[in-house]
């Protein structure tokens, strides 16, 4: 496997995986869609968009200069009462040498500038991650933040967990949990700086 270059795009074109219930058993669905991987279950469905890998940004209070792993995803309550999307670092990354990698926290509020590559100067980009509650059959997409990979290490598992309390409640007892796998099979990169977006990026716009 070859080098990772900064800010380069995993292209996300063949996704294995599963998702199942405690109550209700594992069961196996293979997903194999050109743009929108998606996984489906009682309660939530799961979508990955994009992943970047190693974007190189630049911290709004000390100016640090920091890469991290950058996932989109959207998610859709397909359940008849509110419920939790991202909860207590259930998202977790598998690397393509095994290591496991929690999901950081917040630092969508303090890194907000791209160092996009060929230029001077950082340009604002902003990561937003999704809604923490999603209503009745509502969506919300958004971005998980996880660090840097050592170079020829890349994103290879993401596994995500919702758990399932009481009728319109996201606390309190854990009545059911629903897990989903993603397995990357194919990771080609392309420089992110070849997209549409990155290339507005690099001219300057925010």
Known sequence: MGGNADCNEIIINTVTGWTGSEDAGHHTRVVERASAPTLTGKYMSLTLLRLFLN??????????????????????????????????GCEKMIDSSGFQHPREWANEHEYSKVQVPG??????????????????????????????????????????QVKVFEPGKTSGWVQDRESYEFVLCDHTQVPASDTPEWKMLGRGST
Do not use: C
């Open 119 to 160: 230029r001077a100067r950082p340009i604002v980009r902003r990561f937003q991650r999704p809604e923490e509650e999603l209503e009745a059959h509502a969506r919300t997409k958004g971005w998980l933040w996880y660090g840097a990979l050592p170079d020829g290490v890349v994103p290879h598992r993401f596994n995500f």
């Open 55 to 88: 974007v190189p940004m630049v911290s709004d209070f000390t100016g640090e200069l920091r890469k991290f792993t950058l996932l989109e995803a959207l998610w859709e309550n397909v359940w008849d009462y509110r419920v939790n999307t991202i909860w207590d």
